[in-house]
């Protein structure tokens, strides 16, 4: 197992070296950051940021710390972070039930490429962005493995996990709006779990889960810094963001959730769709539901390879300011909800045990919620596409689970198969971003 591991982590830091080595740090943010933090402490550093900017503590800490320090040590760290998370990502993907094997490790190494393009540059490879994204990102799904295993798979662990977990998941929650957010909803109702199920864990998750939400509204909700950069961006971006009529605030908004989740989700939805067609077409005695199921998302499966092809299908007019709307993309909105709803319900018939439904349902619906919550912000349309980066992490690992299923509902071909797309589907995404970044390193992709 350990050796297994060590060779995904060296996989990982293989695919990622090229991306790496090339990082410089750009103008805006990269470049203002290494001027400000060299006129002022770590403290006072922290505390301005939390008064007249942002809430988070770590994320500002991390920040100042490589801001003064050379870019080689961001570039160490970054693989160190890529390293860890390909690792527990193998580790979930265990604990789910999946076979040891190589297609595992592969498809592991790979996965954090089947991201949006965009997805992956801001989240990763922009140097602000990795230590607001994936750096914080990171010990939440490391400290959420351990409370999975004891939780809903019932396997013990030491005392030094409970503490390292719980650390891990304060680093996340004092951090990641999105994803704080995620966790202490998790955490709650793996607390009513454990409390019905009469678990021993169940102290340990009632202390994770209060403590928390108190630094989650400290940090993220109460901070001075919070309600100032509000404004600021309002002002800035979208003056009539709180004061739109609520029918076009419901309009802009269910526009833009669609665009984020369809369009900009990289191939993770595609796997996602696959994973459950292959499972229920090996099922015998299929039922009318189930039928319906795989018609849907075969349809959306197609639909979404020659996307180039049927653009209209894919225009949600998801843009600010617009009064009039086309009558396809109202069309088009409803028949796209209908299948991220059905996506729930496929994601629920191919699991056998209920502990896999409940948690491979609370990861998709995890993961449209941290979309959605981009509604409340005014910079939804400027952050572009790192605002999917957390949606994307738990849908890569509810991937792993539903292949877990591919273990007992498949012959050995089929699995194999499978293995072979998800590693194919990633090695393609791995080569498309060389091809962008041939010529040098560029910060922002598109939308």
């Given at each position: ?14 695919l ?28 006072k ?109 019932n ?5 030094w ?10 680093v ?70 709180l ?51 795989m ?35 109202y ?17 629920i ?6 502990k ?34 957390h ?57």
């Amino acid at each position: 197992m350990k050796k297994i591991i060590a060779l995904n982590a060296v996989i990982a830091c293989i695919l990622m070296c090229f991306f790496v080595s090339i990082v410089s740090r750009g103008g805006g943010d990269d470049y203002n950051f290494v001027v400000q933090a060299s006129q002022c402490s770590i403290d006072k550093w922290i505390y301005t940021r939390f008064m007249t900017h942002s809430g988070r503590v770590v994320a500002e800490a991390f920040i100042w710390i490589f801001a003064r320090i050379p870019l080689v040590c961001w570039k160490v760290t970054t693989m160190l972070f890529f390293c860890v998370f390909i690792v527990y990502i193998y580790k979930y993907a265990i604990m789910f039930g999946n076979e040891k094997n190589y297609f595992l490790l592969f498809a592991c190494a790979i996965s954090p490429f089947w991201m949006n393009h965009g997805t992956f540059v801001d989240g990763i490879l922009w140097v602000t962005g990795a230590m607001n994204y994936m750096w914080i990102a990171v010990p939440g799904v490391v400290g959420s493995y351990y409370v999975a295993k004891t939780v809903f798979f019932n396997e013990s662990i030491s005392v030094w996990q409970m503490v390292g977990s719980f650390f891990m998941m304060m680093v996340t929650i004092s951090s990641s709006e999105q994803m704080g957010l995620v966790l202490i909803v998790l955490l709650f109702l793996a607390g009513i779990y454990s409390f019905i199920k009469h678990l021993e864990c169940k102290k340990y998750i009632c202390t994770l889960f209060f403590v928390g939400s108190i630094i989650y509204i400290l940090d993220m909700v109460l901070a001075p810094g919070v309600a100032m950069r509000t404004e600021r961006a309002i002002e800035k971006r979208i003056p009539d963001f709180l004061t739109v009529e609520s029918y076009l605030r419901i309009e802009y908004s269910v526009r833009w959730i669609m665009d984020a989740l369809i369009n900009h989700m990289g191939i993770l939805l595609n796997f996602i769709w696959l994973t459950v067609l292959v499972i229920l077409y090996m099922k015998k005695g299929k039922n009318i539901l189930e039928k319906f199921i795989m018609i849907l998302l075969l349809g959306a499966e197609i639909a979404t390879l020659f996307r180039a092809r049927f653009p209209r299908i894919f225009d949600f007019q998801a843009t600010w300011g617009m009064r009039e709307f086309s009558k396809l993309s109202y069309c088009m909105i409803a028949i796209w909800i209908g299948i991220l709803a059905i996506t729930g319900v496929g994601v629920i018939s191919v699991c056998k045990s209920n502990k896999k439904k409940v948690v491979a349902e609370l990861l998709l619906l995890a993961s449209y919620a941290s979309t959605a919550m981009m509604i409340f912000s005014p910079t939804m349309y400027e952050s572009g596409c790192r605002t999917v980066f957390h949606a994307s992490i738990l849908m890569i690992i509810l991937i792993f689970l539903l292949m877990s299923e591919m273990e007992t509902m498949t012959k050995r071909m089929e699995k194999v198969s499978m293995w072979i797309i998800l590693t194919g589907g990633g090695v393609i995404q791995w080569i498309k971003l060389i091809n962008f970044f041939k010529d040098g390193f560029t910060i922002h992709l598109k939308w």
